[in-house]
């Protein structure tokens, strides 16, 4: 069983702070990791995607992957109240008969208060 | 802007009738796409893989002949939910690669559709 393991929350900061969101994953062999954004009620929303361990930032959002540790976070800087949602982390399973498919996270709820 | 176009995005039915949802790709060919269900506080869980001119592929336990899957063409597949009861009644949606790009790229979503049986 594939398993990704997330915090589900709700972690809550001021505006302004860093939100800080934590993924594990069991598979070894994944090769690629995903982080989305859903508002209730609406579909994901791709926020960011990293291959390679290391840092990757894309405005205020920087995903970090750590693969001996079989880690993928997400830091948001300078939080908004508009970045109130649950993040899901996702990840591409490496192969067999689940090659190319994503499993999904439970999701950590954050909420940004003023 | 929306990649992945899904239609209807609310549909409430009674139990025994069957529902379609359609999942468009736009402005690229998806030879591929993925339907997933998301119940009420709970992650998105993978039902099957679409793919144009073959037969579905079904998760472990999703029931295929009340889940129809129809990819005809390289820009639309449908779901179709067959004599839906209410435990049915849940968050549907479709993803796809854009462009048919790598296994590993990322999946783009549809807006989801929300099944309510009564």
């Known amino acids: 069983q594939k398993e990704v393991e997330q915090n589900s929350g709700p972690l809550s900061v001021p505006e302004g702070a860093i939100a800080s969101l934590n993924c594990t994953y069991s598979d070894r062999g994944s090769q690629s990791f995903f982080w989305y954004r859903q508002y209730s009620g609406k579909s994901p929303e791709l926020i960011m995607f990293i291959y390679s361990n290391g840092d990757k930032e894309d405005g205020r959002f920087t995903a970090q992957l750590n693969k001996a540790s079989q880690y993928v976070s997400l830091l948001i800087r300078d939080s908004q109240p508009s970045d109130s949602a649950t993040y899901l982390c996702a990840v591409n399973n490496a192969g067999g008969t689940s090659y190319g498919k994503l499993t999904f996270g439970q999701g950590t709820i954050l909420t940004v208060h003023p | 802007g929306a990649v992945v176009s899904q239609h209807p995005s609310r549909v409430i039915c009674k139990s025994g009738t069957s529902v379609k949802i359609e999942c468009r790709s736009l402005d690229f060919q998806a030879t591929t796409m993925f339907w997933y269900r998301q119940f009420p506080k709970q992650s998105l869980m993978l039902m099957a893989t679409s793919n144009e001119g073959s037969k579905a592929t079904y998760e472990q336990g999703v029931e295929k002949d009340k889940f129809l899957i129809n990819h005809a063409s390289l820009t639309l597949s449908t779901l179709t939910v067959t004599s839906a009861h209410p435990e049915d009644s849940s968050f549907y949606i479709c993803?796809?690669?854009?462009?048919?790009?790598?296994?590993?790229?990322?999946?783009?979503f549809g807006n989801g559709t929300r099944l309510t049986v009564t």
């Open positions: 993803s796809a690669r854009k462009g048919g790009g790598a296994y590993n790229s990322p999946l783009h």
